[in-house]
């Protein structure tokens, strides 16, 4: 299983980006694909996660209402779309994918990782 993460960029504070997750190989009927960012100097953190047969999403606090993870099975693309963007949410963005059947939000519960895609937020 390959990811391909792209999309990020700079951006205003308020200002809006989506980012997309190519996932391609074979996942299986299983499969969870999730959103995790990291700044220099912290830990990766869990931002969002979606899983494929349910749909089911999920978030962490601070960036819901502002973040939407979203799906295109047609496409094999996984989005986030990233409004009303703050500064603290710059950092590395990176997408990953797991096997298991329920979301977990540790970056050891993810076995494949694409790589990281530079979101700025500054004016």
């Known amino acids: 299983v390959q990811l391909q993460a792209s999309g990020g960029g700079l951006v205003q504070p308020g200002g809006s980006l989506r980012l997309s997750c190519v996932v391609s190989?074979?996942?299986?009927?299983?499969?969870?694909t999730g959103w995790f960012r990291q700044s220099p100097g912290m830990e990766r953190e869990y931002v969002a996660a979606?899983?494929?047969?349910?749909?089911?999403?999920d978030y962490i606090d601070s960036v819901k209402g502002r973040f939407t993870i979203s799906r295109d099975s047609t496409k094999n693309t996984v989005y986030l779309r990233m409004d009303s963007l703050k500064p603290e949410d710059t950092a590395v963005y990176y997408c990953?994918?797991?096997?298991?059947?329920?979301?977990?939000?540790?970056?050891?519960?993810?076995?494949?990782w694409g790589q990281g895609t530079q979101v700025t937020v500054s004016s």
């Open positions: 990953a994918g797991s096997r298991r059947a329920l979301i977990y939000v540790e970056p050891e519960d993810f076995e494949y």
């Open positions: 190989g074979r996942t299986g009927t299983r499969f969870i």
């Open positions: 979606i899983n494929w047969p349910t749909s089911t999403t």
